[in-house]
């Protein structure tokens, strides 16, 4: 069983800042996901990683296997950030998703 | 862009009536899932299908659960008896080999 660990909670950010939010887990897996979900509750699938770092606009991924954690950056961050951003696992063999408690971004204008 | 449609956005339902929760996945998907998310709690999976069958499920699906993909476009799940504590929100998921998974905005299920 994947323990995904996600900090911090919660965090608030004055617009322009560069965020940051940690995922960590605890067995080897397949692939990570960043999943962003806003107040009305849909979830969007950001980026799905098994190496290395993706870039996608102003948001950064990168992963290290060996630690066994990922991060998710912000870069420019703007009060249209403001969503719980989840990480998620799929381990070897499986189709399941672990999902992490998520984190609770809130960016001030 | 094509997405994976929920129906309905909100169902209300008396303790121990039947559910069905529908979903349209994205047409060329071959894999679909369903998750669950009590409020205030993380996304929890409860099945994964793939060919015509589930591949995978979690300790939650019991027998009260069952998924069908009918007709070939849409993916349902069935709650058989609801109870109180099957109040959620439910996704359902689909992708293609190698790709992310694209989730529908979900369906809050209140039991009353």
């Known amino acids: 069983k994947n323990e995904v660990e996600q900090s911090p909670q919660n965090l608030t950010a004055q617009e322009g800042e560069f965020i940051t939010i940690n995922c960590s887990y605890s067995v080897g897996i397949s692939a990570l996901h960043w999943l962003q979900q806003h107040p009305g509750g849909g979830i969007v699938s950001l980026f799905m990683?098994?190496?290395g770092k993706k870039k996608h606009g102003r948001l950064i991924a990168t992963i290290n296997i060996q630690e066994k954690h990922s991060s998710l950056h912000i870069t420019a961050s703007h009060p249209r950030d403001s969503a719980v951003y989840i990480c998620a696992v799929r381990n070897f063999g499986n189709e399941k998703l672990t999902f992490g408690t998520g984190t609770r971004l809130t960016i001030i204008p | 862009e094509p997405e994976v449609t929920q129906t309905p956005s909100h169902q209300v339902t008396q303790m121990g009536q039947e559910v069905i929760l529908r979903c349209v996945p994205i047409s060329n998907h071959l894999y679909f899932y369903w998750y669950r998310q009590i409020l205030g709690q993380k996304v929890e999976f409860l099945v994964s299908f793939y060919n015509n069958e589930i591949s995978e499920k979690s300790e939650i699906f019991d027998d009260q659960f069952s998924v069908e993909r009918p007709d070939g476009s849409n993916f349902t799940l069935k709650i058989r008896s609801t109870k109180l504590e099957d109040s959620a929100m439910y996704f359902c998921a689909s992708r293609r080999v190698g790709q992310p998974q694209h989730f529908g905005d979900g369906t809050r299920l209140s039991i009353l």
């Open positions: 990683l098994s190496s």
